[in-house]
C-alpha cells in the first residue's frame, strides 16, 4: 500500500492534478460499518528510502482494533484503551527486525497520533524521575521547552506535538537512548543544532534553573 500510494502521488503530481504530495490521503474501507477511516497514526523506521505504516481504526462486534497493513499482511492488535498503541508497535517492529530493517523495535517512532488515543494510553504511564529540555528560537525569542518522561514496564516515553498538533511518541530502554532517540528528529527539523542540545534534568526542576534562564530573565516554558 506505501508503494502504491507513492506511485500515485508521483503520477498525480506529474499530470497537474495534486500540487503537493499531502493531498493524496490514504483511507480505509470498513466492511463492518461501510464508513471510510483516517489514520489513527502511523509508524516510522529510521530507513529513509521506506514509507510511514498507516495505522488504522478497525471496528467490529468485538470493538475497536488497530490494523497495520504491510507488504500484503495485516497486523492487528486490541485497542485496548490505547494500549494497543504499543502493543501493534511491538508486532510490527518485531516483524521489521525479522526482515532486516530495524535493530530494535523502538527504533520505529509512532506518529501524528490523535491526542485522544495519546490521553488514554497515558494514563497507563508512570511519571519518571526525569523530563527533557531543550531551547529552540520562535519569533525571534529563545524559549525553553520541557517534555515529560513516562515509564511502563521498564520502558521510557515522551511524546511532542508536530505543527498539525498531533502526536509523536518516542520510547527507549534509558534515558539517554530517549534523548538522543527525540535529539535526532530536532536537529533534522532544525529546531536544535546537536542532540547534546537536549538535556535530561530532574522533572522536579523549576523552568528558571540555568545560567542561560538567567541571561534570558523569564524565559518561556512550555510542553511541545
Not at 470493538?63 to 508486532?91: C, D, M, R, Y
Not at 494510553?121 to 528560537?137: A, E, G, I, N, V
Request: charged letters at 25%; hydrophobic letters at 40%; proline letters at 5%.
Amino acid at each position: 500500500i506505501p508503494e502504491l500510494r507513492r506511485w500515485l502521488r508521483d503520477h498525480f503530481l506529474e499530470n497537474g492534478r495534486i500540487t503537493d504530495r499531502k493531498d493524496l490521503n490514504l483511507l480505509y474501507f470498513s466492511s463492518y460499518d461501510l464508513k471510510l477511516y483516517a489514520p489513527s497514526f502511523t509508524f516510522r523506521t529510521p530507513k529513509r528510502d521506506m514509507d510511514d505504516i498507516a495505522v488504522f481504526p478497525a471496528h467490529s462486534s468485538d470493538g475497536v482494533a488497530l490494523i497495520a497493513p504491510l507488504n500484503g499482511i495485516t497486523f492487528s492488535a486490541p485497542l485496548e484503551a490505547g494500549l494497543g498503541i504499543v502493543g501493534l508497535q511491538k508486532i510490527v517492529g518485531s516483524h521489521l527486525i525479522r526482515q532486516g530493517h530495524l535493530n530494535s523495535i523502538y527504533d520505529m517512532t509512532i506518529r501524528k497520533l490523535d491526542p485522544a488515543l495519546w490521553e488514554l494510553f497515558r494514563d497507563y504511564l508512570s511519571p519518571h524521575s526525569s523530563k527533557l529540555t531543550y531551547f529552540r528560537r520562535t519569533d525571534d525569542k529563545l524559549h525553553r521547552y520541557g517534555l515529560d518522561v513516562f515509564s511502563r514496564d521498564g520502558i521510557l516515553y515522551t511524546a511532542r506535538l508536530n505543527r498539525l498538533d498531533r502526536t509523536t511518541i518516542y520510547a527507549a530502554p534509558t534515558i539517554q537512548a530517549l534523548k538522543d532517540k527525540i535529539g535526532e528528529d530536532l536537529v533534522r527539523y532544525g529546531a536544535v543544532n546537536t542532540i547534546n542540545d537536549i538535556r535530561a534534568v530532574s522533572a522536579t526542576d523549576k523552568p528558571a534553573t540555568s545560567l542561560m534562564d538567567t541571561i534570558l530573565h523569564k524565559p518561556a516554558f512550555a510542553s511541545r
